[in-house]
């Protein structure tokens, strides 16, 4: 990032801590928000210009002390959360980092607390671990993700609370209310 200047590292984090889905890979940004501490002096008056806390950069700039291996991991997007990061920094070793690195980026599961769980004082091999992560997820179990707009957001935290349910639980109420529906009539 030789061509980085103070502009194009704030439009790189504005534009990608701003909305829902970033443009660039967490390296990306966290080199962003690198050169901009070093222009701003510290961490905490970068939070204080661009808005966001100073840990959410701290999280961002864990990444730059991965092994280069695992930088090109995040590079390439093959890991993209930043949940997976900071689960991820708390592996000291770096090649225990650079081994569950390439473990997570072919899981169907993203829940990386499961693979260094599995590999963290153990001897396992990437397949064994993988095999025991995967083994170890109950069958049937599906997942799904909802993004709701905030005025149904604030709608199903009020339902919920009103009947003393959980958000999660009153949305599979209401889609298992749903399908009941359509199943008793299916035109």
Do not use: H
Not at 19 to 36: G, I, M, N, P, W
Not at 79 to 105: C, E, F, G, W, Y
Not at 129 to 138: F, Q, Y
Request: aromatic content about 6%; hydrophobic content about 40%; glycine content about 2%.
């Amino acid at each position: 990032m030789s061509e980085m200047n103070e502009e194009l590292a704030l439009s790189i984090v504005f534009a990608n801590t701003k909305r829902k889905k970033r443009r660039v890979d967490l390296l990306t940004l966290a080199q962003s928000c690198e050169y901009l501490i070093d222009l701003y002096g510290n961490r905490k008056k970068l939070a204080q210009e661009i808005g966001l806390s100073s840990e959410m950069i701290r999280n961002f700039l864990l990444i730059l002390n991965f092994p280069p291996e695992v930088q090109s991991e995040v590079k390439n997007r093959n890991l993209d959360s930043l949940d997976v990061i900071k689960q991820l920094a708390t592996i000291k070793d770096p090649n225990q980092q650079i081994r569950i690195a390439k473990m997570a980026k072919n899981l169907t599961t993203k829940d990386i607390r499961d693979i260094i769980r599995v590999t963290k004082n153990s001897s396992f091999s990437e397949n064994e671990a993988k095999e025991i992560v995967m083994n170890s997820k109950p069958k049937g179990l599906n997942v799904f993700i909802i993004d709701l707009e905030d005025e149904y957001n604030k709608v199903v935290i009020s339902e919920s609370k009103n009947l003393s349910l959980k958000p999660g639980e009153y949305i599979k109420r209401l889609v298992k209310e749903k399908l009941n529906e359509k199943l008793l009539n299916p035109w």
